[in-house]
């Protein structure tokens, strides 16, 4: 079942669309998890990139989702919903950067980024709470991204040889 609140976005608009992760954030349980489960396909979905065109998709998907953010939060009256999962999308993308190939490193990466996600260590739980508004949903995502694709980075190079 929809949670009420969520029933308040428009579904003709494009940006709500991309603010639930194309309906992924609309799961009744786990929806940052459901969001995240949604951006593994997209990222296998991507034509092989070089890392500077794939860093330029993640910075305009960054800053076009503060604004995909912004009119999901205003149209459902609630700061920072669990259904709103672009900035899930957009972390684990820059999970995924420079990341080697094959599904366990999506698998890693997935764990990892939900792992900073959740947790929220600092400066990511303070992005979390003194921001509000699309940059504020979208910066502790960025940053959890940020933080994943390090740790991804040295397991890859130092720790794992899958």
């Known amino acids: 079942m929809i949670k009420p609140e969520l029933r308040r976005l428009s579904w003709r608009n494009p940006l709500h669309w991309l603010a639930t992760g194309f309906g992924s954030g609309l ?32 910075f305009v998907g960054a800053v076009a989702g503060i604004w995909i953010c912004e009119s999901a939060t205003r149209a459902i009256g609630v700061e920072d919903h ?17 990341a080697p190939p094959g599904w366990p490193w999506w698998v890693i990466g997935f764990l990892l980024f939900r792992l900073f996600d959740i947790v929220k260590p600092w400066p990511i739980r303070w992005f979390d709470q003194h921001l509000s508004g699309g940059l504020g949903i979208m ?14 980075q040295f397991l890859a190079h130092f720790v794992l040889s899958l």
């Open 27 to 58: 799961s009744p349980w786990a929806p940052g998890t459901m969001g995240t489960l949604m951006a593994i396909p997209l990222y296998l979905l991507l034509p092989p990139l070089s890392w500077p065109y794939y860093l330029l998709l993640l």
């Open 139 to 152: 910066l502790d995502d960025v940053v959890a991204g940020i933080f994943a694709c390090l740790c991804l």
């Open 82 to 98: 669990g259904g709103i999962v672009w900035d899930e999308i957009i972390g684990y993308g820059i999970t995924m950067l420079l």
